[in-house]
């Protein structure tokens, strides 16, 4: 079953704008981490928060994690078209020993317009 | 510096048909292994994962089924494919040991069953 979901399921805005995508998830978790799929594509992880963190920075990337709501965001700040892809939170928790698994989110479609 | 392979690209498969898919991953030793289908519009469902040759744990019950027979290299296949079957399969490698690992992704098999 799915334990990240990310809101809104689509976005679209122009060149420039600000993009804020959130996630909620139902368990207690490791980290979460985001990563970004184009069309087509495999995903590339882009960032990754520890749960005794509550924010993160990584060039236009910010992500936010409130571990008492049980939810994350990820702000890409001065868009470009070539952000235009689907993003995916990703719970990450303990499944058994030192194995840990990764469960996905339905992902949010952005759309950044030239 | 790590790659991953994932072949065919594509792939049209009659009902009732075999399949082998498979996955290799160059520069690293030991990586954890992973097998998703993604369905359209819908984010990963974890298939399989490896954390060594020869082992290999099931998520869901299904008509596939994984095999590791070399440290970087993981084949999906199955016996008789459904229509159900059909979907975007995403080989992943993550560096074995702790939750902070990052995985990394193929770019996909588009498989169709008809």
């Known amino acids: 079953s799915q334990q990240g979901e990310e809101d809104p399921q689509a976005l679209s805005i122009q060149e420039g704008e600000n993009a804020t995508m959130n996630c909620s998830y139902k368990?207690?978790?490791?980290?979460l981490q985001w990563y970004r799929q184009n069309s087509g594509r495999g995903l590339v992880h882009l960032i990754l928060?520890?749960?005794?963190?509550r924010e993160k920075h990584s060039g236009r990337l910010r992500v936010t994690l409130d571990t008492s709501k049980k939810s994350s965001s990820l702000l890409i700040t001065a868009s470009r078209a070539a952000d235009t892809a689907s993003y995916f939170c990703?719970?990450?928790?303990?499944?058994?020993?030192?194995?840990?698994?990764?469960?996905f989110g339905k992902g949010t479609l952005l759309t950044v317009n030239p | 510096s790590q790659t991953i392979h994932q072949w065919p690209a594509t792939l049209v498969q009659p009902v009732g048909s075999p399949l082998s898919l498979e996955c290799t991953v160059e520069?690293?030793?030991?990586?954890?292994l992973y097998w998703y289908r993604q369905a359209a519009g819908r984010g990963l469902q974890l298939l399989f994962y490896?954390?060594?040759?020869?082992?290999i744990s099931s998520e869901v019950p299904q008509n596939l089924s994984a095999s590791r027979p070399q440290d970087r290299q993981f084949i999906l296949s199955s016996k008789k494919l459904l229509l159900s079957d059909s979907g975007f399969y995403l080989c992943?490698?993550?560096?074995?040991?702790?939750?902070?690992?990052?995985?990394?992704f193929g770019d996909g098999t588009r498989l169709s069953i008809l």
């Open positions: 928060i520890r749960s005794n963190e």
């Open positions: 520069g690293t030793s030991n990586p954890n």
């Open positions: 368990t207690s978790i490791n980290n």
């Open positions: 990703a719970t990450v928790a303990n499944s058994g020993g030192s194995n840990y698994k990764l469960t």
């Open positions: 992943a490698w993550s560096g074995a040991g702790g939750s902070l690992q990052p995985q990394h």
């Open positions: 490896s954390v060594g040759i020869g082992q």
